[in-house]
C-alpha cells in the first residue's frame, strides 16, 4: 500500500530564518506530486506541483520554492521566512492523470509552521 | 472565475442527529466532485468521488449529492458520531489539467 510521509510535525522558525520540508513517499511510482499551504480557517492553496523529477510548476508568486530531487521525494523550501508563511502545509501526491479526469490526491500529515 | 463555496462554515449538531453541508461550484470545464473530512491537524482524507454523470454516492454514513445543472453538491451525514467532528471540504477539479478548487471547509461540531 502507497504511504506519503511528510517531517517535521510542527516547526517554529524565527523571521528571516531558512526552511527546508520534506515529504516522501512510499509504495508507488512516478507520483504527482503538490504542496498546499492552509491558512487556519481558510481552504488548501495550491503552491507547487510536480509530475517528474525536477520538473516544478508554481501555482503562486510567493517567498517560496519547491524542488523533487528524486522520483519520491519533494522538498518545499525558503532562504528566508516571512511572518506571513506561518500556516499548515500539506504534501500531497496522486497517480497519473488520465485524459480529462483528475486522479485522487492523497494527503500527508501536514506540517505546523510558526513563523516568530 | 472557478470557485467552490461552502455552508454553512460552521455548524453543531447533537450526536445522533443528522446534518447535510452544502457546496456551490462554477469550475469548468467539470470533471469530478470530491468530499474530505480533515480532522484537526491532520491531512485531508477522500470521503467520496463523484463525476459528471453520478448524483449520488454513499460511504457509510455519508452520502454525496451533485447536481451537475445547478453546480451544488451536498454532503448528508446520518445518525452523526462525536467522531464526525472535522471540517469538510468540498473539491472541484476541471478536466484537462491540474486545476483543481478547494471550498474553505465546513466545520462540524457533534456533542455529546
Known amino acids: 500500500s502507497q504511504t506519503i510521509h511528510q517531517w517535521p510535525a510542527t516547526l517554529v522558525q524565527p523571521v528571516g530564518s531558512p526552511l527546508s520540508l520534506e515529504c516522501t513517499v512510499e509504495?508507488?511510482?512516478?507520483?504527482?506530486l503538490y504542496w498546499y499551504r492552509q491558512a487556519a480557517g481558510r481552504g488548501l492553496q495550491l503552491l507547487f506541483y510536480?509530475?517528474?523529477?525536477?520538473?516544478i510548476s508554481s501555482e503562486v508568486p510567493q517567498n517560496l520554492s519547491a524542488s523533487r530531487p528524486q522520483d519520491r521525494q519533494f522538498i518545499l523550501s525558503s532562504k528566508k521566512l516571512l511572518l506571513s508563511d506561518s500556516g499548515f502545509y500539506l504534501c500531497?501526491?496522486?497517480?497519473?492523470?488520465?485524459?480529462?479526469?483528475?486522479?485522487?490526491?492523497?494527503f500527508g500529515p501536514g506540517t505546523r509552521l510558526t513563523v516568530l | 472565475k472557478n470557485q467552490v463555496e461552502q455552508s454553512p462554515q460552521s455548524l453543531i449538531i447533537l450526536e445522533g442527529k443528522n446534518c447535510t453541508l452544502q457546496?456551490?461550484?462554477?469550475?469548468?470545464?467539470?470533471?469530478?466532485l470530491r468530499w474530505y473530512k480533515q480532522d484537526t491537524g491532520r491531512g485531508p482524507v477522500s470521503l467520496t468521488i463523484?463525476?459528471?454523470?453520478?448524483n449520488t454516492k454513499s460511504n457509510g454514513r455519508y452520502t454525496a449529492t451533485l447536481d451537475a445543472d445547478t453546480k451544488q453538491s451536498s454532503l448528508h451525514i446520518t445518525a452523526s458520531q462525536l467522531s464526525d467532528s472535522a471540517s469538510y471540504i468540498c473539491?472541484?477539479?476541471?478536466?484537462?489539467?491540474?486545476?483543481?478548487?478547494f471550498g474553505a471547509g465546513t466545520r462540524l461540531f457533534v456533542k455529546a
Open positions: 500531497a501526491w496522486s497517480g497519473r492523470l488520465t485524459t480529462g479526469v483528475q486522479s485522487e490526491q492523497f
Open positions: 509504495g508507488t511510482s512516478n507520483p504527482n
Open positions: 510536480s509530475v517528474g523529477i525536477g520538473q
Open positions: 457546496c456551490n461550484y462554477t469550475v469548468s470545464p467539470f470533471s469530478n
Open positions: 463523484m463525476t459528471f454523470s453520478e
Open positions: 473539491v472541484v477539479s476541471a478536466s484537462g489539467g491540474f486545476k483543481t478548487i
